[in-house]
């Protein structure tokens, strides 16, 4: 059976969203299903481009790519109140080895995407998630100005927060979301 891969993830200008369009992209490059939704916000006035995820959508997925902003080298607090809401899953293990990965943007170059990719990544190893990033065999790893990191895609917005994604960030984001996938459909039919 095809894979669903949860593409989950908050923004409030655009440009994590726009790493969320290309990492869909890739799921379904590699024949999987993108169900791209986005976390609740603390903001009720905020208007999210996607449908807000539920509870069960989480549960349900096959694999997960968890995407945040940087807020002072951290991810957002709507991301961490998600997470925070997740106990009755975490009882039941119901992630327990489900591939996953985090995506980030911040708006300078040494901002801490870095830092902030290594935080997202605790809850999903406290669900006992199999994280997976990006290989230095993707070339634009080797090639980016801005952003694209092994420990997952990130985009840099700039000052303005108006830098569209460059080539190699759309390109690793691209990578990203077809290696969660293929990963999701292999464990999905080896577990079948
Ligand atoms: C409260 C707040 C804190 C931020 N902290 C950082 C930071 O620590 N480092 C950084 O480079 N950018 C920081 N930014 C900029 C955002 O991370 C950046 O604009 C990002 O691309 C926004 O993503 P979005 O367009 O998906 O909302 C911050 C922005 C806000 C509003």
Redesign the pocket.
Known sequence: MTATILVL??????????LADKIAIGVQQAGAEAQVRCIPPLDTQHASRHALVSQAELRQCDGLAFGS??????M?ADAKAFWDNTTSIWLKGELIDKPAGVF??????????EA?LLSMSLPLLHHGMLLTGLPYSEPELHQTKSGGTPYGPT????HQ?DNKLSVEEQRLAIAFGKRLATLSQQLKQHKE
């Not at 993830?9 to 440009?15: I, P």
């Not at 980030?104 to 995407?113: A, C, E, F, P, V």
């Open positions: 993830y908050y923004s409030r200008h655009g440009a994590v969203a726009a902003p940087v807020r002072f080298g951290n957002v980030t943007s911040s708006g300078s170059m040494h901002g801490g995407n902030t985009h840099v917005s700039g927060a």
